[in-house]
């Protein structure tokens, strides 16, 4: 017996032996007393798909078995899950970490005359699984990790001794153990290659997206996420000269390494080394590399860098140069394809290989890398001073925490942000490091080589969060703006017997009103301006009356109190209800608000990332509950219980039955709230009586004969990727309360056209007559439907409210512009009326 067991385990042992040569033989010999991948897993890497909290327990054994290794936690995701990266070099180099980052940052310090040291480490950040379902690249930086740590081949030696690598082996751990449970639970024994089986096709929303269903990779910029805020963080403290993204594609394709497609900009603000020198010398390593184990793949044809917030074009804004990779992926342990089957240990050992000719070709190009970082942002400078525009300046009298957060997200991204002289305002100077990605967030752009988009055609932040602003050429600089704290000082509430009143134009007013009602304090919403106690208070304004509360005059007041530190919004004790100019506080356009009971739905067809960004909403700003309700049960849940409904875009199939309960729900005064494709299928059902812009043939069209092979290119710029357009507000309608101005910037990335209201007084948005402000879109789709469509109007339906947005104006939890439109209806679409 003892016998049988010992040749069982050598078997055993054997199989792991060939499995892990799979890999690693290259690279023998290794450290005997660093443990492996499989030891520590109890599998080999490949065999099933690793949880993120053994991919971390990992690195810490290697962490804690060699000096050659020191994990770094940067962050927590929402589900609590660290954020880890392993820093790798020699012994030597770990130890005196900080002393080398404080060297390497001299080098991009341009105060700093010293010249680059050439003896100094080049920093690589390998960075894995920006995206959960595309699991291949953590596995892969699991092989990574051990190899550079315990290997003692001459290559791997000479990598330590000239590099530091920061393996980041899930960027999005949330997103990937959702997949990593899906693929193991439904792995097979023996495993099932047919596409069609349950391991191959995750349910709604799959793991690709962190836990509220937005995809990170496009959040470099936005800095929404734990996940990013941390990246970005640690990466400013850092500043990498190489930094890889590692992902997959479609299951029938092979590998992808940059170059990438040309950018699509008409002048890139990238310098042309990056894209045209550096990424063609690591691409020629790339090939060799894969080329020695056999592996196909492809260069240029598709994916572009135009969009700044991925992880394969925000560090190339930062002086790194930034490198994707696509993995054709097998979506589980084996699936068949039509070249034959792919397996999921294949699809690692690409991205481990690659994962290593990065470092290489860090380490042979690392002068030229120094130096080109260095260049990098001292052309900044001298680029910014070559402009006509020496700065930026930016305000928002009436809105001091969307002021605030636009702030925030410039200051993440290490932009110089000042006072202006006269402190009634802010300057962004443009001399300054980050002069790039200062034009980022300012500058528009109508023009591009391109026309088909792999993303969003426009992104200029300033945009998303409606600020004023205008270029200058002279800076008039104050105090220097470091943090948020203390930017807009508030006075103390003045006590009062008789009411409270605010003014509604700030972003939190929809948060504070609802904190005040899970209060149970009444509050009412002012629908028309007035003038008491000589200030002026604008449509949409809160009346807070201090005799018909249940609670004490001394308790409301602690409560207050409590609420302006909380949301940073100006309170003010009034001993009058008559107003000077405009209604009194006691008159009948003064209307009580209830707190909203909302429900979202959700499941298979509808569109995840819409869905998410309005549960994130919900969540992050107003601290809101919302009921999500799977689709497949819609039949039998109880609609009574809410008074709200919201619908993102998606594919609904309702049966006569579940519309006809959606009418009922609907007869009862209830609210329903539509987004993009959810809006047309509202009129396509005739929940309402209203119309889509009609489709006609484009006569303008050129008929001249075309190539084939260009066919993609010709009809896919007719899509609307993502482009910013200027519309008129109706500031006099509770949708528009809050908006000061007469127009405002809205996001559009669809080809939902709805008409203008058949009310005259219900078109809430309306185009202007020149209303492109930055991104591509064809002149069919702007002169024949966009400056003939509405981005939001209302309509009744069976005695109930649909609003209906032909937007999305949640787009990625940043389009602080708009989505006081989707709160707006959420705590006042009862309230409104839809004249004829």
């Known amino acids: 017996m003892k016998k049988n067991v010992l040749v069982l385990l050598g078997l055993c042992l054997g199989f792991a032996l060939q499995a892990q040569d799979y890999y690693l033989k290259k690279y023998h010999p290794f450290q005997k007393n660093i443990e492996t991948t499989t030891n520590y897993l109890g599998f080999e ?4 798909h690793s949880r993120h909290d053994q991919i971390v327990g990992y690195l810490e054994t290697l962490a804690s078995q060699s000096k050659r290794a020191k994990l770094i936690e940067y962050g927590r995701t929402y589900e609590g899950r660290a954020l880890v990266i392993l820093a790798i070099g020699t012994e030597a180099n770990i130890a005196n970490l900080e002393n080398l980052k404080t060297k390497h940052l001299e080098n991009i310090n341009l105060n700093h005359a010293a010249a680059v040291n050439k003896d100094l480490p080049i920093f690589v950040n390998l960075a894995y699984s920006v995206h959960g379902n595309e699991p291949s690249s953590s596995e892969a930086a699991l092989l990574t990790a051990y190899t550079l740590v315990a290997s003692e081949h001459p290559e791997i030696k000479k990598y330590r001794e000239q590099a530091v690598v920061f393996l980041d082996p899930t960027i999005n751990p949330d997103g990937r153990d959702r997949h990593t449970y899906w693929a193991n639970m439904y792995k097979g024994q023996p495993l099932v290659s047919d596409p069609q089986d349950a391991e191959h096709n995750e349910y709604w929303p799959g793991g690709r997206t962190n836990h509220y269903w937005f995809d990170l990779n496009r959040d470099w910029l936005l800095g929404v996420h734990p996940e990013s805020r941390g990246k970005l963080k640690w990466f400013h403290n850092w500043y990498p000269n190489v930094v890889t993204d590692f992902h997959e594609m479609g299951t029938n394709s092979t590998y992808f390494f940059e170059p ?6 008409k002048d890139p603000i990238m310098p042309k080394d990056n894209y045209g020198y550096l990424n063609d010398v690591f691409g020629a390593d790339y090939a060799k590399s894969l080329d020695s184990i056999g592996s196909l793949y492809f260069t240029k044809e598709v994916f572009d860098g135009t969009y700044p917030g991925y992880g394969s074009s925000y560090p190339d804004l930062q002086g790194a140069l930034a490198i994707l990779f696509e993995q054709a992926s097998s979506r589980g342990h084996v699936q068949e394809t039509p070249h034959g089957k792919i397996t999921f240990p294949f699809t690692i050992r690409n991205h481990f290989i690659t994962s290593l000719s990065t470092v290489a070709s860090a380490v042979k190009h690392k002068d030229y890398l120094r130096n080109y970082q260095r260049r990098f942002f001292q052309t900044a400078i001298q680029n910014a001073k070559k402009s006509s525009v020496q700065a930026y300046e930016f305000n928002d009298a009436y809105d001091n925490n969307r002021v605030k957060a636009f702030i925030d997200k410039l200051l993440i991204h290490k932009i110089k942000v000042y006072r202006n002289k006269n402190k009634n305002g802010f300057v962004v100077p443009t001399a300054q490091p980050q002069y790039r990605m200062v034009q980022t967030m300012f500058e528009s752009y109508k023009e591009y080589k391109d026309s088909v988009y792999y993303d969003a055609s426009a992104w200029s932040m300033v945009h ?5 602003y205008r270029a200058v050429k002279k800076a008039q600089l104050g105090e220097e703006v470091n943090d948020l704290k203390d930017l807009f000082p508030l006075k103390n509430i003045q006590q009062s017997n008789y009411a409270y009143v605010i003014d509604g134009t700030d972003y939190n007013i929809p948060a504070m009103m609802h904190y005040l009602l899970k209060k149970k304090v009444n509050i009412s919403t002012a629908f028309k301006p007035f003038r008491v106690d000589n200030k002026n208070f604008d449509y949409g304004s809160v009346v807070i009356p201090v005799q018909t509360q249940k609670i004490k005059s001394s308790e409301l007041f602690g409560i207050l ?20 100019q405009g209604i009194d506080l006691g008159s009948r356009n003064v209307r009580p608000v209830r707190i909203p009971k ?6 298979t067809g509808v569109r995840s990332y819409d869905a998410g960004e309005v549960w994130h909403l919900l969540d992050t700003k107003v601290q809101m509950p919302i009921t999500k309700i799977p689709i497949r049960n819609f039949s039998w849940v109880n609609l009574d219980k809410y008074n709200t409904l919201v619908m993102v875009s998606g594919r609904y199939n309702f049966s006569k039955p579940q519309k006809e309960k959606l009418q009922s729900w609907l007869s009862k005064g209830n609210t329903l709230i539509t987004l993009g494709s959810a809006s047309s299928w509202a009129i396509g059902q005739k929940l309402v009586k ?9 006569t303008t069209a050129n008929k001249t004969r075309l190539p084939y092979v260009d066919a993609g290119e010709h009809l896919g710029k ?3 990727g993502g482009a910013i357009f200027s519309a008129y507000i109706d500031n006099t309608h509770p949708l528009g309360f809050g908006y000061k101005d007469k127009s405002i910037p809205v996001y559009k990335n669809n080809k939902i056209w709805l008409a203008p209201s058949k009310s005259r007084f219900s078109t809430v948005l309306k185009y202007t007559e020149n209303p492109h402000v930055d991104g591509f879109i064809t002149n069919n789709n702007l002169n024949n439907y966009l400056k003939k469509s509405a981005p939001l109007i209302v309509s009744r339906s069976k005695g109930g409210t649909v609003i209906l947005f032909g937007n ?3 787009f990625r939890g940043s389009w602080f512009g708009t989505n006081r439109l989707f709160l707006n209806a959420l705590f006042l679409g009862n309230h409104i009326r839809v004249p004829n």
């Open 45 to 48: 890497v490949g065999e099933q």
């Open 260 to 265: 990438m497609k040309p950018i699509a900009s």
């Open 464 to 468: 998303f969060y409606n600020m004023k």
């Open 561 to 580: 109190k409590k609420v302006q530190d909380k949301f940073q919004i100006q309170i003010n004790g009034v001993g009058t209800g008559y107003s000077k």
């Open 598 to 603: 909302a429900a979202l739905l959700i499941g």
């Open 690 to 698: 209203e119309k889509l812009i009609p489709s006609k043939k484009d």
């Open 718 to 720: 007719e899509s609307v």
């Open 808 to 810: 999305n104006p949640n």
